[in-house]
């Protein structure tokens, strides 16, 4: 009996909870490390960027105002989902970074566990990083921790699935909303991830992901008046001076990075939580 | 301000006093308790989580159907479309004659003639918008030649607007005289005077809009034109009930209540009668003193009425379209 | 002239079983105590028999725990023990419905009361602890706080599932292991819990559950294998296990009673302010030791006020809990009926003015009509002591120093509530009033990241919060 031909999945972009083309019409070949083809992704454009920062402007407010609470649970069903398709993004893992089954593995649960561990700040953030401070004098002031808007991310190009996450998870736990530009040559498994969100409450817009070439794309998120913060982790290095001057232009609050890659493994800290937040400070006389 | 009108004969001293000038209102209104947006929110959630089954329930599909101030306000009205609409008021389901009528139809100034002759014998009132509605925005002159216009081709009850941008800016002695001066153009018509709560955005305004249109006369207040966002809402109207049931403690007399717009369907009216039946009392559960400002209602409603005597779901095709 | 017509939930997805055993070492296992009936203290009939736990029990479960913090649950990383947690979060989610009928049935509390805010607030407590277990170091109490060992806890019987959650929730997230005592009037949901722990496969010992009386509760909080001891229900009864305690080491929190003061000032909301001091003396029938059992009404609007507040009271429905639209519920048993009761009548004997709700009771079972007493000065009984029932004395005040003085003029000192249009009122009464909890313009709002807790003899320590970590750290 001839074996069963599969159907084989078509990758787009990830934009205000749908799943577009590339407005540009382009595509390009996405191979594994051995040269071997995988799939086409979209090439994403400089309008698809405009599009997605759109979306993500637009789905700010209703993100921003969930309770930290529904935040945290929105988030750890997205773990859940993730875990569901484990398999899955093993696979794809594997293929897209050229590892061993068992690395694969490894990094999968990587994934799932660190996405864990930041839907668990959400709702302890406010009181890590909030304050009330004793002022000298007849009055109650706060400090809180504000979300900034929509932050526009280079995803790392590397660390296609556990990098992704971490610099992802950080963004929206803190009531952020997200522009995603993936790696350029590991474009898979952000598109796979944009298939649990699009399946899990994320509301479209919290998250966008756009696939292409990333010295393309990257100037225009940097430069995007309505963009607030920049996360550089998978800037190439020699754009990254050009990068942080262009996010200049409307003071962005700009995350750098080295240029070499970190290990993922490492169990973070709060600096990528800190990173994309306004802190307000409130004050109010006390008197009868 | 105009000197007080007949609005505040017979007002207890505190009340009639608070319409001696604009002054006065200001400072009365203004006096009165604000309103906790959250507190009001829940306690308008809270009382939306009763359950009302079986006869309860069909006891409140009838009386919701009674108190359907049943509209249409549309630019593309016609006589025909004013016909159906008061063949459905007379008569809401064709296969079930024993079905409650409507209290009354709600039309533009223009179509009340026609809806005068449609209802005639019936018991269905006709209620005409005025007042340059929906926005409200022109002189008093042409406002009042509205409303007398309305009276004279028969309309029954006068739904007008107050100039929200008069309330807004604090010229409430202006609202209170346009208010009173409508009021006395209706005659034996009676008035409902049309908040837009939407664009007073906040409860305590609602709150002192609503003691405004009392102190001025008004027999009923209402929420909405419909054309506006937000509509009708609970919360809003619990500070409405709350407005009436107070007035009513202070001077013994009964206004009416209206939400208009954004009610569809059977589950919301009926948390709308919960909500009169706890917050204002029984006095208010019958249309001399709630209606509800509504058009697919209806249907929503007559379905449902189906469903409780036929004991299986309705469809839209069991019940007319207009 | 509009009845609504009963609604009532359906009792079987209770799943209610004719007998419950206790849970030790991850098993149900029969206990050599004398086992004991738990009733519906709306119909007083008997929904199911418990067993209970002997001396030889409490040994078993605290060195179980013991055994599964030596060897399991004191060595495991954060990250996995906060996997445990959320799906124990995430199942008493999936069987919300479930747990809620029987907390109304055992408790008598109504099922909008159960579903609305007893179940979803016990499931996110545990929701909201997972997500500490790996983020100790950032609490504020050092860069790698340690748990305690293993925990004694003894709860009450008016929120038995929340009380069960406040508990455990946070002793496992630390890392501890748990045996808890639930109240003897209402074992059945926190025997429940451990089903959904043992599904959740939480390593055996980890968490134990012990139904009795005060005599297990005593057992359990002196036995030398406890480290850590946490005990909410009376005042007389914390002061007995503190002296009891008295030398041992063991860590202790304590969580006790009171008599709070729900102050109105002239200027409040007042619509809002009725429902605040109508939720905060009805809700739960008043079995809350945060209860607003005093209201404080300036003289002011002192007659206008309670006149809104009969009105309210009387629309309030009490009777069936699982009646969907009833608002009041049954007194969780014979003993506290009579000594609300008794207390009320002491009210009446020392001069207060009663007024009571014309509501109509059920003929059967445990109820009260809704009852408030006008004319009360500090040195009546009805102004001092716990009632727990749906009783309020009403005493006025003319300014905010005077509001402050008859607040604070008390023993306890676990909750307040301030209604007031002014802001800066509600801040400098707020540093005024000697308690734990301020509610401000609102009253009975409880979250797993606000800390929970009195001052005085309403007990020490905190619940909820990063404060209320610190009960199950060695910090």
């Known amino acids: 009996m001839s074996e069963r031909l599969s159907v084989a999945k078509t990758y787009k972009l990830y934009i205000g909870g749908a799943f577009p083309r590339s407005e540009s019409g382009r595509s390009y070949p996405v191979r594994d490390n051995k040269g071997g083809f995988l799939a086409n992704a979209a090439h994403g454009s400089r309008k698809d960027i405009r599009e997605a920062v759109v979306a993500a402007r637009k789905a700010f407010a209703g993100w921003s105002g969930a309770t930290a609470y529904n935040r945290g649970q929105v988030l750890y069903r997205v773990a859940e989902l993730l875990e569901g398709r484990r398999e899955q993004f093993i696979a794809e893992t594997a293929a897209s970074e050229g590892s ?96 649990v969100l699009a399946t899990s409450d994320v509301p479209g817009g919290v998250v966008n992901i756009v696939t292409g070439r990333t010295a393309e794309l990257a100037p225009w998120l940097a430069s995007h008046a309505d963009v607030n913060a920049l996360d550089l982790a998978g800037a190439p290095a020699a754009m990254r001076a050009e990068l942080e001057a262009a996010a200049a232009g409307t003071v962005k609050r700009v995350l750098r990075s080295k240029a070499a890659e970190p290990d993922w493994t490492t169990p973070p800290d709060l600096s990528r939580l800190r990173s994309f937040l306004e802190t307000k400070t409130v004050w109010h006389p006390t008197g009868v | 301000m105009a000197a007080p009108s007949t609005a505040s004969v017979g007002l207890p001293p505190a009340l009639a006093d608070a319409t001696r000038d604009e002054t006065s209102l200001r400072r009365f209104l203004h006096g009165l308790p604000g309103v906790d947006q959250v507190g009001v929110e829940q306690r308008a959630a809270g009382l939306a989580t009763r359950s009302i089954k079986k006869a309860s329930k069909l006891w409140a599909i009838d009386t919701a159907i009674s108190m359907i101030d049943l509209t249409t306000l549309e630019g593309a009205d016609t006589a025909g479309k004013v016909r159906s609409l008061c063949a459905k008021a007379r008569r809401p389901d064709p296969d079930r004659p024993e079905a409650p009528r409507v209290a009354a139809v709600c039309v533009y100034p223009d179509m009340v003639a026609i809806a005068r002759t449609e209802t005639a014998g019936t018991g269905v009132g006709v209620a005409s918008v005025a007042t340059a509605f929906p926005a409200g925005r022109s002189s008093m002159r042409v406002k009042l030649a509205d409303t007398e216009q309305a009276v004279a081709d028969g309309a029954t009850e006068i739904d007008m607007v107050i100039d929200r941008g008069a309330f807004l800016s604090g010229h409430y002695g202006r609202v209170f005289d346009e208010i009173a001066t409508i009021k006395q153009a209706c005659g034996d018509a009676h008035l409902k005077v049309i908040l837009e709560t939407g664009e007073l ?77 706890e917050v204002a009392g029984e006095a208010w559960l019958n249309n001399k003193l709630f209606r509800f400002g509504a058009s697919s209602l209806l249907n929503d409603l007559l379905m449902q009425r189906r469903a409780q005597l036929e004991g299986h779901y309705s469809g839209p095709d069991y019940v007319a379209c207009e | 002239m509009w009845e609504y017509a009963p609604a009532p939930e359906s009792r079987d997805i209770a799943n209610l079983k004719p007998s419950y055993r206790l849970f030790v070492d991850g098993e149900f296992v029969e206990g050599a105590g004398e086992p004991l009936k738990t009733i519906n203290p709306a119909t007083e009939e008997v929904l199911a028999e418990v067993s209970t736990a002997d001396k030889n029990d409490v040994d078993r479960a605290v060195k179980a725990a013991r055994r599964a913090y030596d060897r399991v649950w004191g060595k495991m990383p954060g990250a996995e023990r906060a996997k445990y947690i959320y799906r124990i979060a995430r199942m008493m989610a999936e069987r919300s419905r479930e747990l809620a009928v029987l907390e109304s049935l055992d408790n008598g509390k109504p099922i909008k009361e159960a579903r609305d805010v007893d179940i979803p607030t016990a499931s996110a407590h545990f929701f909201y602890h997972a997500g500490w277990a790996d983020k100790l170091g950032y609490a504020g109490l050092g860069p790698d706080p340690k748990p305690l060992g293993v925990a004694g ?93 008295a030398g041992s080491g063991k860590k202790l929190t304590l969580e006790l009673g009171g008599k709070a003061a729900n102050v109105v000032f002239d200027d409040a909301p007042l619509d809002q302010a009725v429902e605040g001091i109508v939720n905060g003396i009805f809700f739960n029938q008043g079995h809350v030791c945060c209860a607003g059992s005093r209201l404080l009404v300036q003289e002011s609007v002192a007659d206008e006020f309670l006149e809104k507040l009969h009105a309210r009271i009387t629309t309030l429905r009490i009777g069936d809990p699982l009646d969907k639209n009833t608002d009041v519920g049954a007194i969780n048993s014979r003993e506290q009926l009579t000594r609300i009761t008794e207390l009320v009548a002491t009210g009446e004997e020392e001069g207060a003015e009663k007024w009571v709700s014309p509501c109509p009771l059920p003929d059967k079972g445990f109820f009260f009509a809704p009852t408030v007493f006008a004319g009360v000065s500090q040195a009546m009984r009805i102004a001092r002591e716990e009632i727990f029932g749906p009783v309020l004395s009403v005493l006025t005040f003319r300014t905010p120093d005077e509001a402050v003085a008859k607040a604070n003029n008390t023993p306890y000192g676990l909750s307040a509530g301030i209604w007031t249009d002014k802001g800066s009122r509600i801040l400098w009464m707020a540093n005024q009033l000697r308690a734990g909890v301020v509610w401000a313009n609102t009253f009975n709002r409880f979250d797993p990241t606000a800390p929970f807790g009195g001052y005085q003899e309403s007990g020490f320590g905190r619940e909820g919060g990063r404060a209320g970590l610190e009960a199950y750290l060695d910090v």
């Open chain 1, 100 to 195: 061993n089954a068992k690395k694969a593995q490894s990094i999968v649960d990587a994934a799932i566990d660190r996405w864990v561990w930041y839907a668990g700040w959400s709702d302890k953030v406010a009181t890590v990083l909030g304050a009330s401070n004793p002022v000298a004098g007849p009055y109650f002031s706060f400090s809180v921790p504000e979300p900034t808007g929509v932050v526009g991310v280079l995803a790392p190009q590397s660390s296609s699935l556990l990098g992704l996450v971490s610099v992802l998870a950080p963004v929206i736990a803190t009531g952020n909303t997200a522009v995603v530009v993936t790696s350029q040559d590991r474009p898979l498994p952000a598109i796979t991830l944009s298939e």
């Open chain 2, 201 to 277: 955005v906040t409860y305590d305004n609602v709150r002192r809009a609503s003691w405004l249109a009392m102190l001025a006369g008004g027999d009923f207040i209402k929420t909405s034109t419909g054309k506006v966002s937000p509509a009708a809402t609970l919360p809003v109207t619990h500070v409405m009930l709350q407005a009436v049931c107070d007035w009513h403690t202070q001077t013994g007399d009964h206004i009416g209540v209206k939400p208009a717009g954004g009610i569809r369907n059977t589950k919301d009216a009926i948390r709308y009668l919960v909500a009169v039946h």
């Open chain 3, 153 to 245: 806890q003894v709860i009450p019987w008016n929120f038995p599932l929340l009380m069960a959650a406040w508990k455990i929730a946070p002793a496992l997230a630390c890392g501890n292991t748990v045996v808890l005592k639930p109240a003897e009037t209402t074992p059945l949901t926190a025997l429940v819990l451990a089903e959904i722990i043992q599904q959740a496969e939480l390593p055996p010992g980890v968490v134990n559950i012990l139904p009795g009386a005060g005599d297990v509760g005593a057992e359990l909080t002196n036995h030398a294998g406890v480290d850590k001891v946490a005990f909410t229900g009376s005042t007389d009864v914390g002061k007995l296990i503190q002296r009891s305690l």
